[in-house]
């Protein structure tokens, strides 16, 4: 079965995490679902965990083709969860030209993150109290925001789909924003600039050069209990279909998940949870989430 190049980056990602895992050394073989070590022949099976959208597929593909002179190396960049990918001028051309710097010095093996502006908007409420209300990107951070406030705010940070990483950038963030909520009177509001951070990064050499994009499309919830149950249930039962028609002695499934960061999935749990006979013949389940791959089945060996 061929995979489009978006699809074997995702896979490489699988077996290099599993390589280096069990002191491996499986390679892909060709342009198909089975990788081998030697004797060993490993079926390898990746799967969204969200339903099929050709538009949304459509729209990667075409941003995908504009970033097609990247340069040597195999690439993922990461769509944060709810995050649109620009098709108007001069917002694609801006888009391409800042994933283009990202990709400038990455070594094979790293990773980096893109910026792009956003808008927060900042209001006053009351001058009592010490509260912020935050909707958007910045909301699992409302309590250090509301540390660094005088009264009483309205945080609107919609625009904003992934804070960066960085410690030190996003205590900066909390005294700008304390900082500017100094100068807004009860009643009036103010808006500031602050980025947004997408995750870019370069697979160990090897893998076929090119970007693949990946990520759910923008009206998908990550963490809708019922979606994740569904989606788990469906891609595991199609993983033992195209697994179970291969002639390999192991298998693995890579279930492509949108979270800003690995560290805040929910995913897991369900997959803990659900009939075990979904995945008894598998030896690997993993969860390939904002670059990184996060086991959730895995045996002690191979």
């Known amino acids: 079965m061929p995979l489009?190049?978006?699809?074997?980056?995702?896979?490489?990602?699988?077996?290099?995490?599993?390589?280096?895992?069990?002191?491996?050394?499986?390679?892909?073989?060709?342009?198909?679902?089975?990788?081998?070590?030697?004797g060993?022949?490993?079926g390898v099976y990746v799967g969204s965990m969200w339903d099929e959208d050709p538009a949304w597929d459509e729209r990667l593909s075409a941003m995908e083709?504009?970033?097609?002179?990247?340069?040597?190396?195999?690439?993922?960049?990461?769509?944060?969860?709810?995050?649109?990918i620009p098709t108007d001028e001069p917002d694609a051309t801006y888009f391409v030209t800042h994933v283009y710097a990202g990709a400038e010095s990455l070594q094979p093996g790293t990773r980096t993150e893109v910026m792009f502006p956003v808008t927060i908007k900042l209001a006053k409420l009351r001058e009592e109290g010490g509260y912020a209300s935050v909707m958007g990107g910045l909301s699992r951070?409302?309590?250090?925001?509301?540390?660094?406030?005088?009264?009483?705010?309205s945080v609107d940070s919609s625009r904003l789909h992934r804070l960066t990483m960085d410690g030190a950038a996003r205590e900066e963030l909390w005294?700008?924003?304390?900082?500017?909520?100094?100068?807004?009177?009860v009643g009036q509001s103010g808006e500031f600039e602050i980025e947004e951070a997408w995750t870019l990064q370069r697979l160990p050499d090897g893998a076929p050069d090119g970007i693949g994009l990946t990520g759910?499309?923008?009206?998908?919830?990550?963490?809708?209990?019922?979606?994740?149950?569904?989606?788990?249930?469906?891609?595991?039962?199609?993983?033992?279909?195209?697994?179970?028609?291969l002639d390999v002695e192991l298998r693995a499934v890579g279930l492509l998940a949108a979270y800003e960061y690995a560290e805040v999935e929910t995913a897991s749990g369900t997959l803990k949870a659900i009939d075990p006979g979904l995945y008894a013949r598998t030896q690997i389940v993993a969860l390939l989430t904002d670059g990184e791959v996060k086991p959730v089945f895995a045996p002690a060996s191979l």
């Not at 083709?65 to 649109?84: F, K, M, N, S």
């Open 65 to 84: 083709e504009r970033l097609q002179d990247i340069g040597r190396g195999a690439y993922l960049l990461w769509v944060p969860p709810g995050a649109p």
């Open 40 to 42: 060993r022949r490993l």
């Open 4 to 38: 489009d190049r978006r699809t074997r980056h995702l896979a490489r990602l699988l077996l290099d995490s599993i390589n280096e895992r069990y002191g491996a050394s499986f390679e892909p073989s060709g342009d198909s679902l089975v990788a081998t070590d030697g």
């Open 175 to 185: 005294a700008t924003i304390g900082r500017l909520s100094n100068g807004i009177d």
């Open 141 to 153: 951070w409302w309590t250090r925001i509301t540390e660094n406030v005088s009264g009483t705010f």
């Open 216 to 245: 759910a499309p923008p009206k998908v919830d990550p963490n809708d209990g019922v979606l994740i149950r569904r989606m788990s249930r469906k891609r595991l039962a199609e993983a033992n279909e195209a697994l179970g028609a």
